[in-house]
């Protein structure tokens, strides 16, 4: 019997790829928009991918709304989810689908837990900076006081911003780029601390395995020792029976 939360993991398995594929496409108009500022045919063409690409996240948001087993509590715990695709402010936030991507790549790597820090320290880094230097410079650039006005000071302010270095020398004077400076803040201090909890996690479990194992071959040492005192005991029996017998002593009372 099929139930509603089989049905949901069944299509977010189905749609992982597709949807990392739409991510990348929206990063790509984002940049382009952004970065390159096309006009006529090139601005038309970025504005349509935005478009469809933003209409795929809403229906993919929709329809596992309506695949959910209790919708309220589905919606409730999914709130992030609706800002991310009702909100033009945090619009940007939506290529944090391309997580997807490195959960996938994660699986080439295989289970080696220092596979999984590198690849999730590297793509999640390069991805939270590469998005919030886009979001900021939009947001900031052409501002009258504004001090990031083109990608290279956005680069080097979202890396300083990440690492929570904050020189100080670039700052968002935009409520905007403000919010955008929070979250990559959060986001940084988050990544540092799940690396973090992940390896605290692997060597507490390396511990336990190696005292494990040591008990193991404790045990099983113990064991062979025992079998062999039996042993002994039982050949010194047997040969002191011989010796009584050969000797024609009586058997023990």
């Not at 609706?82 to 289970?111: D, H, S, W």
């Amino acid at each position: 019997m099929t139930t509603p939360q089989n049905t949901m993991e069944k299509w977010e398995r189905r749609t992982e790829w597709p949807l990392a594929g739409v991510a990348l496409l929206f990063l790509a108009a984002y940049a382009v928009d952004v970065l390159i500022r096309p006009h006529g045919t090139g601005a038309d063409i970025t504005r349509a991918v935005t478009a469809v690409s933003w209409s795929l996240f809403i229906a993919d948001y929709l329809v596992r709304l309506g695949l959910a087993r209790n919708r309220w509590r589905w919606f409730y715990r999914h709130l992030f989810d609706l800002a991310i695709v009702v909100l033009p402010l945090l619009r940007p936030l939506q290529l944090l689908r391309l997580v997807t991507l490195i959960t996938v790549m994660q699986r080439a790597v295989g289970n080696a837990i220092r596979g999984r820090v590198v690849m999730y320290t590297v793509a999640g880094a390069v991805l939270l900076v590469f998005v919030a230097s886009l979001a900021v410079l939009e947001s900031e650039r052409g501002q009258p006081e504004a001090h990031i006005t083109h990608f290279g000071q956005a680069l080097w302010w979202s890396i300083t911003t990440i690492t929570t270095v904050g020189y100080g020398d670039l700052t968002p004077v935009t409520a905007t780029g403000r919010v955008i400076a929070v979250l990559l803040m959060i986001g940084g201090i988050s990544l540092v601390g799940s690396i973090t909890a992940t390896l605290a996690s692997w060597i507490v479990q390396r511990v336990s395995d190696e005292d494990a194992a040591a008990n193991m071959v404790t045990t099983e040492h113990i064991g062979r020792l025992l079998a062999e005192i039996a042993d002994l005991r039982g050949e010194i029996a047997q040969m002191r029976e011989e010796g009584r017998r050969s000797s024609g002593q009586p058997p023990p009372a």
